[in-house]
T-cell receptor, first 115, second 109 residues
Framework: GAVVSQHPSWVICKSGTSVKIECRSLDFQATTMFWYRQFPKQSLMLMATSNEGSKATYEQGVEKDKFLINHASLTLSTLTVTSAHPEDSSFYICSARGRTGARYTFGSGTRLTVV | DAKTTQPPSMDCAEGRAANLPCNHS???????VYWYRQIHSQGPQYIIH???NNETNEMASLIITEDRKSSTLILPHATLRDTAVYYCIVRDRDDKIIFGKGTRLHILP
């Protein structure tokens, strides 16, 4: 079945630094990838959608200069949280969909803690 | 906004069938219904999806009403490991998966 690997699974960083999260589709080509954020006891909130080779489309209220998304290949998308602050601490999850599949496959998530 | 409504929580005895309802009254003719679940601190896990016919796989069954305005996910023999938040989702016109609040399913020993 389709597998999406997300790395790292957790990261702690200092305020003001940047953190990069990787999302890889291991056995299929992900034409579209999605990035979500989840705060404790809340549902997943879609942050942005990226298509391979194109600029990401951000949801309303999500700062594109703070959350940089790159989808340079059909198997890799990255989310960089720039100048992180404690309020950026959250659970970040990626999802990928292939060219022909109807199924969306999710990564295992990255817990970011900014101190 | 999510296009589905679900009860916030449900209980089910271990070994019994868990029936999770979902309303999607604004669904259009070519939109699929997806079910995912999320166990604490993990990414959502795919369960099943369907368009208009009932579907069954090794995890669950999906029953979609004839008018497609609602569906029910059935876990035939619930175990403690099925304790999770279950999300019923209709893909939006931009092919995005928008999560609602889901149903928190508690399996009781």
């Amino acid at each position: 079945g389709a597998v999406v690997s997300q790395h790292p699974s957790w990261v702690i960083c200092k305020s003001g630094t940047s953190v990069k999260i990787e999302c890889r589709s291991l056995d299929f080509q992900a034409t579209t990838m999605f990035w979500y954020r989840q705060f404790p006891k809340q549902s997943l909130m879609l942050m942005a959608t990226s298509n391979e080779g194109s600029k990401a489309t951000y949801e309303q209220g999500v700062e594109k200069d703070k959350f940089l998304i790159n989808h340079a290949s059909l198997t890799l998308s990255t989310l960089t949280v720039t100048s992180a602050h404690p309020e950026d601490s959250s659970f970040y999850i990626c999802s990928a969909r292939g060219r022909t599949g109807a199924r969306y496959t999710f990564g295992s998530g990255t817990r970011l803690t900014v101190v | 906004d999510a296009k589905t409504t679900q009860p916030p929580s449900m209980d089910c005895a271990e070994g019994r069938a868990a029936n999770l309802p979902c309303n999607h009254s604004t669904i259009s003719g070519n939109e699929y219904v997806y079910w995912y679940r999320q166990i604490h601190s993990q990414g959502p896990q795919y369960i099943i999806h369907g368009l208009k016919n009932n579907e069954t796989n090794e995890m669950a069954s999906l029953i979609i009403t004839e008018d497609r305005k609602s569906s029910t996910l059935i876990l035939p023999h619930a175990t403690l490991r099925d304790t999770a938040v279950y999300y019923c989702i209709v893909r939006d016109r931009d092919d995005k998966i928008i999560f609602g609040k889901g149903t928190r399913l508690h399996i009781l020993p």
